[in-house]
C-alpha cells in the first residue's frame, strides 16, 4: 500500500504549504512556552546555553508528539498528519530523527530554502527531512 499519487487525489495535498505554516508557528510558540517555563524554573541560568535548551525541548517536543500523535500540536490544529510515503505510521525512530534532521536545518539559511523549495516541487510536498526520510504531510481528515 502506498499513499495516492498527487494527480490521483490531490485532495490529500491540497493547502499544504499554509497549513504547514500555521503548524510551524503554532509549534514554534508552544516550544517557547516550555523553553520560558524551564528559563524560569533554572532561576534563568540556562540561557547561558539557550540555544541547546531550545534545540533538546523541540527535539523532545516534536519526537513524543510525532511518535504517539501522528502529529504535532501546531498540525492537529492544521488538520494535517505526518506518514511514510507506504502510507504507514512511522516509529519513534524515524520521528527522532525528523526532529533532528529538522532542528539542525533551523539553524541555516540554505536548508530551509532547500526545503521550502522541495515543498513546492516534488510531487507529494515534502519538505527536506521529509525527503531524506521517506514521509510526507497529508491533510488528517483523508483516509487512505
Excluded at 13 to 29: Q, S, T
Excluded at 101 to 114: E, K, L
Amino acid at each position: 500500500m502506498s499513499l495516492p499519487h498527487p494527480l490521483d487525489a490531490p485532495e490529500f495535498y491540497d493547502h499544504l504549504m499554509i497549513k504547514r505554516f500555521l503548524a510551524w508557528v503554532i509549534d514554534l510558540l508552544i516550544t517557547l512556552v516550555i523553553v520560558l517555563v524551564v528559563l524560569a524554573l533554572t532561576g534563568f541560568l540556562a540561557i547561558v546555553i539557550l540555544p541547546f535548551v531550545w534545540s533538546a525541548i523541540a527535539i523532545a517536543y516534536r519526537t513524543v508528539t510525532l511518535t504517539r500523535y501522528g502529529a504535532t500540536l501546531g498540525m492537529m490544529v492544521a488538520s494535517v498528519r505526518w506518514v511514510r510515503l507506504d502510507a504507514t505510521r512511522p516509529d519513534q525512530t524515524v520521528a527522532l530523527w525528523h526532529s533532528v534532521i529538522y532542528t539542525a536545518s533551523m539553524g541555516f539559511v540554505i536548508p530551509q530554502i532547500a526545503s521550502v523549495a522541495l515543498m513546492m516541487v516534488t510531487p507529494y510536498r515534502q519538505g527536506l527531512n521529509d525527503w531524506i526520510l521517506g514521509t510526507t504531510i497529508v491533510n488528517r481528515y483523508l483516509e487512505h
